[in-house]
């Protein structure tokens, strides 16, 4: 009786090539999908205000948002070997608007963007599996040319399908959302607008009274309308000045009502038109070409050289930098701030105060070049404005966020401008919504001077209050918020926000 023997060598050999063959098939289905879906799997969707395209990346696993050229974000929300990235592209003008004006929208952004996103997911999800399936199937048949083949591929890429989804489903994490990691300008994100579960429970809180908030524009218009002319001898120039919007599209909504409905000559804006001067962000500077006056403008240290740019591309817009121009028979002078925060590789805290001195200095002898003093003179941070004391006699500043008025020891008046803009999204960080504000100047169209100035405050984001105070202006006078010597009421310099 003769013992029982092992598996042959042909035996071997045919497992061997039984292997190859299904090896082969994998590589050639797996091929086959990844470049259908490298190729071609991508779609375009909007969220919320912003239009938005999707994929699906092999690069493992979690979630990767992209805000170029700002940076992007990436969560550790899921492990697998598919990696879900979405890149925003650009901010919809009239969705922004929409939003920004509407409270029943504006109450359900959160689950709008939700929906949205969950519906391009989904969307995403579909395509790239048919992407998938049907490179494999392609590639198969092209490279094997046997008709059961690109079945086995469908089969064989349906299944890491699966178990890719079912990976993805057994190691989702949402708690990793709260986490996000921050790369290229955004690293900065939290430190300019704060934690981002803060900025969502008081938006909570505060969106249940915006509808009071925007009914009162409507207050806001007609009780402007109603308010009488200053009095004056002569005929009366009217600038509204604003500053800080921030890319706030409420900030934009109340500059062009304001000058729609009251008879204004033209804008003056002491700068941060944006918050970090970047191409997506400048799209939304065509706003400013939609007014039907005058658009005169610095360039603040939140906004770049191409913002400057682009304002002065607008066809209603004078760009002031070291130079004047004449509105409405008033002259006007501006200098631009000398920084921009977001390039951080700027100097130190006292250096940019010297730096802002001596920008002053600079237009300061401008002004000494010209015939007569200019009526307006506008900078950006109030810092400028110290060299300029008794050579004009009204200077118009911003970046601090906070309206002051007041005389230099020489009687030059200085008026800081809060945040036409409400400070942007960082008006949501204090315990307080920044309130958006504006002023409306009146100034002798003969002489220049400065006659009344209404000030116009509508509350921030949950504040219903709509404030608008007539103050008429004495040559002697010494207006409240900074006195006579020009120092803040605690002895200190006017202040200048670093995140202003």
């Known amino acids: 009786m003769s013992e029982p023997t092992g598996p042959g060598p042909s035996h071997w050999r045919s497992r061997a090539r039984v292997g190859g063959r299904w090896a082969l098939r994998v590589v050639i289905a797996l091929t086959g999908a990844l470049v259908a879906v490298l190729l071609f799997g991508r779609i375009s969707a909007p969220v919320g205000p912003f239009d ?13 948002v992209g805000v170029p050229p700002l940076g992007s974000l990436s969560v550790d929300v899921y492990d697998g070997p598919l990696r879900l990235d979405i890149d925003l592209q650009r901010v919809d003008q009239e969705r922004a608007r929409a939003l920004a004006t509407d409270p029943v929208r504006l109450a359900g952004v959160v689950g709008q963007v939700t929906a949205d996103l969950r519906s391009a997911v989904v969307r995403l999800t579909w395509t790239t599996a048919a992407l998938a399936l049907a490179g494999a199937a392609l590639t198969s048949l092209v490279i094997t040319r046997r008709r059961r083949e690109p079945l086995i591929a469908v089969g064989v890429t349906a299944a890491v399908l699966v178990g890719t989804a079912g990976l993805g489903a057994a190691t989702w994490r949402p708690q990793a959302l709260s986490q996000p990691t921050y790369t290229g300008l955004l690293v900065n994100a939290t430190s300019l607008i704060g934690s981002a579960e803060d900025i969502a429970a008081r938006f909570d809180a505060y969106r249940a009274s915006l509808e009071d908030l925007v009914g009162n524009v409507g207050t806001l218009y007609s009780a402007l309308s109603r308010l009488p002319a200053p009095d004056t001898d002569g005929e009366t120039v009217a600038f509204l000045h604003v500053s800080d919007i921030h890319l706030n599209p409420a900030g934009f909504d109340l500059v062009r009502q304001v000058v729609e409905q009251f008879p204004v000559d033209a804008v003056l804006d002491t700068g941060d038109l944006t918050d970090w001067g970047s191409e997506p962000e400048n799209r939304l500077i065509t706003t400013v070409g939609e007014l039907d006056v005058p658009y005169v403008f610095i360039r ?10 682009l304002v002065a591309a607008q066809p209603n817009a004078t760009v002031l930098d070291d130079s004047t121009v004449t509105v ?32 002053g200095e600079e237009l300061a002898a ?15 941070d ?27 020891d020489e009687g030059t008046l200085l008026m800081v401008q809060g945040s036409t803009g409400g400070a942007g999204l960082r008006g949501l960080e204090g315990e307080y919504p920044e309130p958006l504000t504006c002023t409306v100047l009146y100034l002798d169209a ?48 006017a202040p200048a926000s670093p995140t202003g």
């Open 382 to 408: 109030p810092l400028q404005a110290r060299p300029l004391d008794g050579e004009v006699p009204l200077v118009l500043a911003g970046h601090t966020h906070e309206r002051r008025v007041g005389r230099f």
């Open 446 to 493: 003969e002489t220049g001077q400065l006659q009344a100035y209404d000030e116009i405050t509508l509350g921030g984001l949950g504040e219903t209050e709509v404030t608008i105070q007539r103050r008429t202006v004495a040559p002697d006078q010494a207006a409240e918020g900074i006195p006579t010597d020009g120092t803040a009421t605690d002895g200190a310099e």
């Open 52 to 64: 938005a395209t999707l994929a699906f990346r092999p690069t493992g696993g979690g979630a990767s």
């Open 328 to 359: 409405a028979g008033i002259e006007i002078a501006g200098t631009p701030d000398p920084r921009f925060t977001p390039d951080k590789t700027t100097g130190d805290d006292d250096a940019s105060e010297d730096v802002l001195f001596q920008s």
């Open 366 to 380: 401008v002004v000494a070049e010209l015939p007569a003093p200019p009526a307006v003179t506008m900078v950006h």
């Open 300 to 309: 603040g240290n939140h906004d770049s050289a191409t913002t400057a740019a």
